[in-house]
């Protein structure tokens, strides 16, 4: 199931009590990414998009089932350059866009508010884990970090580094959805 902004609606909403800035990191088509950029809770708050526009990064060994195989090769959904998601985006003032691969990218986001929010859709277990890790430790009291693709079970891709997330920090999950998503509240 593909990531739309109805299925995290209800979490924006929430995470409006914290203070900071609202992220989504691999907005791809930015159907997801438009919607939060323009919910009521994002007014006056600025909204970063992340994603490499390239598709995804080489697999590793954390990206192939029980069969062997991957859903992402190198190169998967990518969209071709970042010209027509930053077209879409051209008349939000509040929108930042951040190009690049994750990690790597990430070093380059300045976030001195914090976060209220994040959703995160990478797909790939390392930049998953990465991007999990990075939003969490700048999460402001009462955010919530939110993360597609999760398949309960599931040790590889996403789900895998959900669960390595969780794990490292002792994290109850705060709620999950028939979206695929879960998602945890910052105490």
Request: aromatic share 12%.
């Amino acid at each position: 199931m593909r990531a739309c902004y109805e299925h995290i609606r209800f979490l924006v909403a929430e995470a409006n009590v914290a203070n900071g800035d609202f992220a989504e990191l691999g907005v791809w088509h930015g159907d997801t990414f438009v919607g939060l950029a323009q919910s009521p809770a994002a007014s006056g708050r600025l909204v970063h998009a992340v994603d490499s526009f390239q598709g995804m990064t080489e697999p590793t060994q954390f990206d192939y089932g029980p069969d062997g195989k991957t859903q992402f090769p190198r190169g998967a959904l990518s969209v071709g350059g970042s010209d027509a998601f930053r077209r879409r985006v051209a008349s939000l003032a509040n929108v930042r866009v951040h190009e690049g691969w994750v990690p790597e990218v990430l070093d380059k986001i300045e976030l001195p508010d914090g976060l209220a929010f994040a959703h995160l859709d990478l797909d790939q277990y390392e930049p998953t884990l990465a991007a999990l890790r990075w939003a969490w430790q700048r999460m402001n009291p009462g955010g919530i970090l939110c993360c597609h693709d999760w398949f309960p079970g599931r040790n590889y891709l996403a789900s895998g580094a959900v669960c390595t997330f969780a794990a490292e920090n002792n994290l109850p999950l705060a709620g999950e959805s028939p979206s695929r998503h879960i998602w945890w509240r910052k105490p």
